[in-house]
């Protein structure tokens, strides 16, 4: 008698289960059809460090997609690898960093005063009328110099690595000095006036993630 009521009792608890498993899958399916809830008008302003959201494939997919030839001192695929390597040891954000030097380069088709053979992925040191900035001896440093030149904005812990960010200093000794949290504390600091900065580096970055 015993067991037929213990029977019973784990025969109802399944049944409660499945109901529940049912009712959640009912509801999943219902919105699924309908994804707009989720999106927003702007994309999600992410901290400066942090782990990445996209994979280094798909940043490679939104480059060539854009410019099948990126005008760089090695393949663009080593040039993402490096990103990923530079910017994992420090902390940052290798996807959104990478999607800064998209920003900052026209897909790496340049066109202003920063030139290919520079290896400079986010103009740093140029001031424009012709002044080419900072040069770099490779490509890795370059991406170097590019996420310290982040770290100094973002937090008051030196490098893992040497400096080679010819204005870490010079943030070091200003009132920005680890101070920017997401990317849009980085709006008139990183680029002047820049009111949009971050805005535009989230927004390549959700098109990366989107796989547009």
């Known amino acids: 008698m015993k067991n037929t009521v213990f029977i019973r ?13 049912a009712k959640v899958m009912a509801t999943v399916a219902q919105d699924s059809g309908r994804r707009d809830f989720l999106q927003t008008a702007d994309p999600i302003d992410l901290s400066i460090m942090g782990p990445p959201l996209a994979t280094q494939e798909q940043c490679l997919n939104y480059l060539l997609k ?15 690898k490096h990103f990923y390597t530079e910017a994992l040891r420090e902390g940052v954000r290798p996807d959104v960093a990478f999607a800064q030097a998209l920003h900052e380069t026209g897909n790496f088709r340049y066109g ?14 140029t001031t424009g009328g012709g002044v080419r900035g900072a040069w770099f001896p490779n490509a890795q440093i370059g991406v170097r110099a590019q996420i310290q030149h982040l ?3 973002s937090t008051k812990r030196p490098p893992q690595l040497p400096v080679v960010d010819p204005r870490y200093e010079l943030v ?6 680890g101070r920017a949290v ?6 008139g600091k990183w ?22």
């Open 9 to 21: 009792i784990v025969i109802t608890l399944m049944l409660l289960c499945f109901a529940g498993e």
């Open 66 to 80: 854009r410019n099948p030839s990126p005008f760089l001192t090695i393949a663009p695929e080593q040039l993402i």
């Open 112 to 125: 202003g005063d920063v030139v290919a053979l520079q290896n400079n992925y986010c103009g740093l040191g």
């Open 151 to 153: 770290l100094a904005y």
């Open 172 to 177: 070091k000794k200003s009132d920005n000095f």
């Open 182 to 187: 997401t990317w849009t504390d980085l709006n």
């Open 191 to 212: 680029a002047v006036p820049g009111k949009t900065y971050g805005q535009k580096i989230l927004k390549i970055h959700q098109q990366i993630l989107d796989g547009e």
